[in-house]
């Protein structure tokens, strides 16, 4: 079992930061990648960057290329997203999610969620 915790959401104004920081605890010894996703009101999740855990390969999706980063933190198991020049468009909950080499296809274990929400 592997719990993840994500923290760092809040209410800021377009163009502000903000880094979310998502620790995992438990049996991470099997890690794959770890990931963010985010849903936004009345839409259905989205995936947002994932980190590979050997090697530190980063991805991103289209809309955040350029203004998000993912970093990890091999030690403490825990990845962060640091978020730049935030748009109304990124309001959303976000999600910390984690691969395990002995799990099933896909991600295996969710954080609960953290909010960030961006005036205009």
């Known amino acids: 079992q592997v719990r993840l915790v994500e923290s760092g959401g809040g209410l800021v104004q377009a163009g502000a930061s903000l880094r979310l920081s998502c620790a995992a605890s438990?049996?991470?010894?099997?890690?794959?990648?770890m990931a963010w996703f985010r849903q936004a009101p009345g839409k259905e999740r989205e995936f947002v960057s994932s980190?590979?855990?050997?090697?530190?390969?980063?991805y991103y999706t289209d809309s955040v290329k350029g203004r998000f980063s993912i970093s990890r933190e091999k030690v403490g198991n825990t990845i962060y997203l640091q978020m730049n020049n935030l748009k109304p468009e990124d309001t959303a909950v976000y999600y910390c999610?984690?691969?395990?080499?002995?799990?099933?296809?896909?991600?295996?274990?969710w954080g609960q969620g953290t909010r960030v929400t961006v005036s205009s």
């Open positions: 438990g049996r991470t010894a099997g890690t794959n990648a």
């Open positions: 999610a984690i691969d395990l080499v002995y799990g099933s296809s896909g991600y295996d274990f």
């Open positions: 980190i590979r855990w050997s090697g530190g390969s980063t």
